[in-house]
């Protein structure tokens, strides 16, 4: 008689799924936020002169320094994690 020894357990393929799909959304997370919050601010630019046009105004200054913030944020974390190379 030979002895078999027993497979090797693999993790359940549900598992697997699950872990991948989480780490897709931790990939995914901050452009969607970025998209949606920008989405939101325009409908809000939109609500903003319908009810008064300084109001849409300001909303508008406030979008292009939200938008400028970010731009200069996401442009300091690339320089961080990629530093020019001379």
Do not use: D
């Not at 969607?32 to 809000?44: D, E, H, N, P, S």
């Amino acid at each position: 008689m030979r002895y078999h020894p027993p497979p090797p357990s693999e993790p359940n393929g549900c598992i697997q799924t699950l872990v991948i799909t989480w780490m897709i959304f931790q990939i995914l997370f901050l452009p969607l936020a970025m998209i949606m919050g920008m989405l939101i601010a325009v409908m809000l630019m939109f609500f903003a002169f319908s009810e008064n046009p300084l109001l849409g105004l300001a909303a508008i200054v406030i979008i292009g320094l939200l938008f400028y913030v970010i731009v200069k944020w996401e442009q300091g974390r690339v320089e961080r994690e990629h530093p020019p190379e001379f």
